[in-house]
Structures are given as structure tokens and as C-alpha cells.
């Protein structure tokens, strides 16, 4: 690990200072994903901005219009436990929980999960010489190697890794919107325009700017994601990432679907909003017919690689298989 300095804020402005001030600064939360990459050798921070003891704890419904804003530190398992959310927004409360382990849920933040980066072995092991987004220029080892985790949806030939949250593929499909504070005052970004598909640029992963503080994330009021589900296919029960995984929320009329949400986890560089599949569901009977014209919508463009194209039956069945659920199906 690189020599690093440390200093702890007490205030927002503070951090943001703090971070300001040194060329390579990065914000401490959780550091349940940082710490790691520093002893890797893959981030090389020069100084840590504790940000643990700022006044962004809280999950608090808001007032008007019936929403919820989740403060940046509120810790995975507090907001997967919390009332407001386990009630009103189930499909959050069980990615969360399908996330990492107990004891990293128990330490990582809201605005850290958000930050995630991507578990590509090649981008863990600087020993490797190709990533894109490790050594912008160097190319991508993925693309002819061992690919089985990588990106079926919106890729590039940059790179084709994958986002490892299951926190913003729910936020994702509940239209989340993420609060930031900056050297230039407070603003929002809508949660998919928060992440970025790797294009030309695959070491640019968000869109939040230079020295930008995450606050909070608010939820919409969404009376009919009380019907929701999260489903998470993975290689093993518990501590695993996602291969692939599904945010499902169905808003019924009589017996019909009125309007559906769907956000995929494990096949881009972002969370993804699965449009298609969504605009096939409208109006439709729920049932396995309209469940798969859905999935094969999404899927018609998905592009897999030598060990990954089994990504692409399987994001079908696991879109069929959550909007069962969601529709009391089994
Ligand atoms: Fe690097 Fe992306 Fe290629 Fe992985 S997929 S090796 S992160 S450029």
C-alpha cells in the first residue's frame, strides 16, 4: 500500500475542503470497497477524508410528498432493516440484503455502495497489463479472457466489465435521485444518469464532478412498489456478486398491468433500466407469455463473449422468474 495522509471532518464543508485540496483525495465511508483496492494496489489515494462523523445517519420520510431520503452514511443493514423501507419499498430492502455479508453490510454506506467498482479479475491485479480502466490506453484484457462475470448489455469494446451493486439496481427501478454537494454549492442527479456506460471511457464511471460529496439518495412516494421483489442469481447463496439479478415492480389495474419497473444488475457497466421489457409489459395479462415477449424484448441486443453468453437465457428466465413473483405466481 501506497503512503497515505488522513485527516477527519466534522462538517460537509470540511470535506469537500479537505478533498479539494490534494490532486489525488478520495472521501472515507465504509471503505468496505476502497480499503481493499489500496492494498491491491489499484487506488493510490494521497490523503483520506474521514467522513464518518458528518450529521448523514438518517432515513427520514419526507415531507409533502411522501418519499424518503436516505442520508449518504446510513449503513446497509440499518437501511435494509429500517421500517419506511422494509414497508414501502421491499424490493430495496431485499437486494440489500442479498448484498456482501453481514459484517460488510454492518460497516458499508449508501453513498460508498453507490461508488462501488467493478470486480473484473483483471482490473484487481495490476500484475495483469491490460484495463482499460485501471491504465486508460492499455486495453482490455476481458475481452479474450476469462469473461464469464462480464457485460452482455451496453458495453464497448473498451471494456465489458460489469457494476457490482445490488442496492442500485433497486434504486434504479424506484427512480432514486442522488443528492451531492460540491465546491459550487448542492445538486441532483436522477440515479440513471448517476452511472455511465464505459464508451470511450471506461475509468470515468460516474458523473459526479471533481470533489462532489454524496449527501443522500431519495426515493419517490411509489404506493405500488410495495409490490416488488429482487432477485439475485449468483454462484453461491450468500457472498457472492450477481451474475444476474432483477429489481421487479408491477402496478396492477383490475387484472392487468398498468405500469412495471425493471432493473437489471450483473450485465453492464450500470445499473440497467430495462426499458423495453417494461413498454412490452403495459397493458398486458400477467403471465409467463407477457413475462417472456418481455425478457426477449431487452434481451434482443445482448451481445455475450466465449464464457458469458449464458448470461443471456438466463437474464430471460430471471426476468420471467421476479415478475412471477412480483405477480403471485410462485
Ligand atoms: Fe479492465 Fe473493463 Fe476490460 Fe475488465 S472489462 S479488463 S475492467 S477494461
Not at 483483471?122 to 486508460?136: G, I, L, S, V
Not at 448489455?153 to 443528492?179: F, N, T, W, Y
Not at 460529496?213 to 429482487?230: E, N
Request: charged residues 20%; glycine residues 8%; positive net charge.
Amino acid at each position: 500500500m501506497n503512503p497515505f495522509t488522513y485527516s477527519r471532518a466534522s462538517d460537509q464543508q470540511t470535506a469537500i475542503n479537505g478533498v479539494a485540496a490534494h490532486e489525488h483525495a478520495k472521501y472515507l465511508g465504509g471503505g468496505t470497497n476502497l480499503i481493499d483496492l489500496m492494498k491491491m494496489g489499484v487506488e493510490h489515494p494521497e490523503q483520506l477524508v474521514d467522513i464518518n462523523r458528518l450529521d448523514l445517519t438518517k432515513v427520514e420520510q419526507l415531507p409533502g410528498n411522501g418519499g424518503v431520503r436516505i442520508g449518504a452514511l446510513v449503513r446497509n443493514s440499518d437501511l435494509a432493516e429500517h421500517n419506511l423501507i422494509k414497508t414501502n419499498y421491499p424490493v430495496l430492502s431485499e437486494a440489500l440484503l442479498s448484498g456482501a455479508s453481514p459484517q460488510l453490510r454492518n460497516l458499508a454506506t449508501t453513498g460508498g455502495n453507490l461508488l462501488q467498482r467493478t470486480r473484473c479479475y483483471y482490473f484487481y491485479d495490476p500484475a495483469f497489463p491490460m484495463c482499460n480502466k485501471r491504465d486508460p490506453g492499455s486495453g482490455c484484457g476481458a475481452l479474450e479472457g476469462y469473461n464469464r462475470i462480464h457485460a452482455i448489455l451496453g458495453q464497448s469494446d473498451k471494456c465489458i466489465a460489469v457494476h457490482p451493486s445490488d442496492m442500485c439496481v433497486a434504486m434504479a427501478a424506484l427512480e432514486a435521485v442522488v443528492r451531492v454537494q460540491g465546491p459550487n454549492g448542492e445538486r441532483t442527479i436522477r440515479l440513471a444518469d448517476f452511472h455511465r456506460l464505459p464508451g470511450e471511457t471506461p475509468q470515468v464511471e460516474t458523473n459526479l464532478q471533481p470533489n462532489e460529496l454524496i449527501t443522500a439518495v431519495d426515493l419517490p412516494a411509489l404506493p405500488f412498489a410495495k409490490r416488488s421483489h429482487y432477485l439475485k442469481v449468483r454462484d453461491r447463496a450468500s457472498y457472492a456478486f450477481a451474475l444476474v439479478s432483477v429489481a421487479a415492480i408491477l402496478e396492477m389495474d383490475g387484472g392487468r398491468i398498468k405500469s412495471a419497473r425493471v432493473a437489471l444488475g450483473g450485465v453492464a457497466h450500470k445499473p440497467w433500466r430495462a426499458h423495453k421489457a417494461e413498454q412490452a409489459l403495459g397493458g398486458k395479462e400477467p403471465n409467463d407469455a407477457s413475462f417472456r415477449a418481455a425478457a426477449e424484448a431487452e434481451l434482443a441486443n445482448a451481445h455475450g463473449y466465449k464464457y458469458n453468453s449464458f448470461k443471456i437465457e438466463l437474464t430471460k428466465r430471471a426476468i420471467t422468474q421476479a415478475l412471477r413473483t412480483v405477480a403471485g405466481m410462485g
